[in-house]
């Protein structure tokens, strides 16, 4: 699906300084798969992230995507492109803020050709469980249902894959997992996410790693277990569920003496 082949990418921050941010990256990833990019900041990850998602294009090497050489390609032919095959979600979530949950969400619809617009939305805003907050304001929600509504935009143009770049950033412990758990049932539903993080236990949950450092690849393997979002969540619930009782139970004592 993607194939990258020596790819480098150089910004010339003025006339004497520029910045190699990738160097000689060879990456293969093939449909269905779930893969972390992970690395300190700085290493090249969202540069890389970019090059995938066709948001920026190589200075050396070859990008094929779907066997289609993409790295010579105008500015135009690379939206076309990435609004027909790909999804993306950041770590500030770029929700337009006047706008309702639902009307966010249809945005990436107008510049495609679907007729059934309010369906489609509202399925995907079902898909991330936000069925009931569709006429509600970024404002008016959290910031894990804001990163909910910013996957159903991705979602909603049925892209091949799915890109997020630090998508827990902003995000405290439960909302990140909740994200993760969508993630991981998209991915068994056979959808390939590349996820950009430099967050190691947030990276546990995919299931190939790739390391990279100043902008090169260090390591690239498959985690032999990932962990379940899902689980972990459950477990969250369950330690809420016994802390509350055993409050109660020692109010109860101290009542009763
Ligand atoms: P990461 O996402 O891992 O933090 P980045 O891909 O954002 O890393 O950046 C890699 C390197 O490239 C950094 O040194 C960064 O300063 C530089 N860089 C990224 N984008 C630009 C840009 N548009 N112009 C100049 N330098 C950039
Ligand atoms: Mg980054």
């Not at 105008?74 to 999804?87: C, P, S, Y």
């Not at 439960?174 to 236990?201: A, C, M, P, R």
């Amino acid at each position: 699906m993607i194939q990258l082949r020596n790819v480098s990418k150089k910004f010339q921050k003025n006339e004497s300084i520029s910045v190699v941010a990738l160097s000689d990256v060879t990456l293969d990833i093939k449909p269905g798969e779930f893969v972390a990019i992970v690395g300190p900041s700085g290493s090249g990850k969202s540069t890389l992230m970019n090059i995938m998602g066709l948001l920026d294009v190589p200075t050396e090497g070859s990008y094929l995507l779907e066997n289609k050489e993409v790295s010579g390609l105008d500015i135009d032919a690379l939206a076309k492109l990435r609004n027909q095959k790909v999804g993306f979600v950041f770590q500030s979530f770029h929700l337009l803020a006047r706008t309702s949950a639902k009307e966010n969400v249809e945005l990436p619809l107008i510049y495609s050709d679907r007729s059934d617009i309010k369906n489609r939305a509202a399925n995907a805003l079902k898909a991330v469980g936000l069925e009931d907050r569709m006429n509600h304001f970024p404002s008016e929600l959290s910031g894990g249902e804001q990163q909910r509504v910013a996957i159903a935009r991705s979602l909603v143009n049925e892209p091949d894959i799915l890109f997020a770049d630090e998508p827990t950033g902003n995000l405290d412990s439960q909302s990140g997992l909740e994200v993760i758990s969508i993630f991981q049932d998209l991915n068994e539903q056979g959808k390939t996410i590349v996820l950009v993080t430099h967050d190691q236990h947030i990276a546990e949950h995919s299931r190939r790693i790739v390391r990279i450092s100043d902008g090169k690849i260090q390591a690239d393997g498959a985690v032999a277990q990932p962990k379940r979002a899902a689980e972990e969540l459950s477990k969250l619930q369950a330690d809420k569920t016994n802390a509350n009782q055993n409050a109660r139970l020692q109010a109860d004592e101290g009542e009763a003496t």
